[in-house]
């Protein structure tokens, strides 16, 4: 066993200090610690896991100068190592078992390896290398010969053309039909356009031509042969146009001259309306049924084309944050004449129409119940105690727009006092039929 001797700095060195190991006390004399009074040898015990003691020095090992170092090895040394017959260029490879001597597998890939690893022996003109599952191969090429001229002709079905027909696509090939665009060599047909933005999940907001003000979804008339494009940048509203009524996903979708169906955010819809389309149709955003409308189809010289009778249009205007019993005036651009059919403001409000702006200023102090002179250009109003409230005019009103002064010919002026109880701000609807271009 080792001895843990005491530390020695500053202590006697006459024999006096002293220490006691293993019933063996040793003295200190300025130099060493000497046993005391013990005359036989003391046998040094063999080192174990547990205790202290002296090593034997095997193989592989030496001793020099006192310090313990190991031989020099090489790779045969090694018991996970199996060397055998070595060659230039050889690696170290595992086997399983033992790291063995092995062809370096990354050697140069020659000519003779393409030419057996490709199969090089076996193409014909025009073949084309394929993966057949477990190699490469040479194959016949079967989708890159020429497109020869009747090849063109039985794809575009040319045999069923007939003279001014156009190639449109019918959803899933190219196919003749009748010229609907007007085109021919005569004058191109203009096209419409409307931006749509969305009012929340409730409406498609229309904007563009024949809309005077943006309109929330409207009934739209749409003559056969012309082209209409809807430019969606509603944000999350795909745009349909369909046969059937508003329903949860979409109706049944009219595919025939419609291009980009169901179209996102910043896709353009467009829409060549065929000759024999049906007389109705509808459109709807399929994650939204709420988002709907009805599209008229008309034939030129029906109406609605400058060459016949006019449909009903609604138009809005909406007033500025208004206290109660307080009167703001608002401008709905709307038509020069005609015929008034319903009015309806979004809140309880007391509502009337003047043929210009003079009029309405010349009316501003009278009171609710007075009744207007007979000359003071009030064309209608309306009082309404919920909001919402649809008053229809019967029978029917005629409006006009008074001529002069430089205001637009086709402003209907008017008048909105809010009566809700509460402040807030006012749309009001004008239903109205155009009767003068």
């Known amino acids: 066993m080792a001895i843990d001797f005491p530390a020695t700095t500053g202590q006697a060195t006459d024999g006096s200090f002293a220490h006691t190991a293993s019933g063996i006390t040793w003295a200190w004399d300025g130099t060493t610690w000497k046993a005391q009074g013990v005359t036989g040898s003391y046998v040094l015990p063999t080192a174990s896991a547990t205790g202290l003691g002296g090593i034997k020095v095997g193989s592989g090992l030496s001793i020099s100068s006192g310090v313990l170092s190991r031989d020099a090895i090489g790779i045969n040394d090694l018991s996970d190592v199996t060397t055998g ?64 001229n009747s090849d063109v002709d039985t794809h575009l079905n040319t045999s069923t053309a007939s003279s001014g027909q156009i190639l449109s696509w019918n959803g899933s090939d190219y196919d003749w039909v009748a010229d609907q665009t007007g085109g021919g060599g005569g004058a191109a047909t203009p096209e419409i356009t409307w931006t749509l933005t969305a009012n929340g999940v409730s409406d498609y907001v229309f904007a563009g031509d024949g ?18 494009k809807f430019v969606n940048n509603t944000g999350g509203h795909p745009f349909r146009i369909q046969s059937t009524g508003a329903q949860a996903g979409g109706g049944t979708a009219y595919n025939s001259g419609v291009t980009n169906q169901d179209a996102g955010n910043g896709v353009t819809l467009t829409f060549v309306v065929p000759m024999n389309a049906p007389d109705t149709l509808y459109y709807q955003c399929t994650a939204h049924p709420a988002m709907f409308g009805t599209i008229n189809i008309l034939t030129q010289g029906s109406g609605g084309g400058g060459t016949g009778l006019g449909s009903r249009q609604t138009f809005t205007a909406t007033t500025a944050s208004l206290a109660n019993n307080v009167a703001g005036n608002i401008d709905v651009t709307a038509y020069k004449s005609y015929s008034l059919l319903k009015i309806k403001p979004s809140i309880a409000a007391w509502v009337t129409l003047y043929v210009d702006a003079a009029s309405r200023t010349a009316d501003a102090n009278r009171v609710q119940g007075a009744d207007p002179a007979p000359d003071a250009g009030v064309i209608a109003e309306v009082i309404t105690t919920t909001a919402n409230e649809e008053i229809k005019m019967s029978p029917g009103v005629i409006g006009w727009h008074q001529d002069g002064g430089g205001d637009a010919v086709t402003t209907v002026f008017c008048k909105v006092v809010n009566k809700s109880g509460s402040t807030g701000t006012c749309t009001v609807s004008l239903t109205v039929v155009q009767l003068e271009a």
């Open 85 to 148: 017959t070595i060659s230039t260029g050889n690696v170290l490879k595992w086997n399983g078992s033992a790291w063995a001597a092995a062809t370096d597998a990354t050697s140069s890939y020659t000519n003779a390896d393409v030419d057996t690893h490709l199969n090089q022996s076996n193409p014909t003109s025009g073949y084309v290398l394929s993966w057949n599952g477990s190699d490469y191969a040479w194959v016949a090429n079967s989708g890159g010969s020429s497109y020869a």
């Open 211 to 228: 809309f005077p003000t943006n309109q929330n979804d409207p009934t739209l008339y749409l003559m056969r042969g012309q082209t209409y």
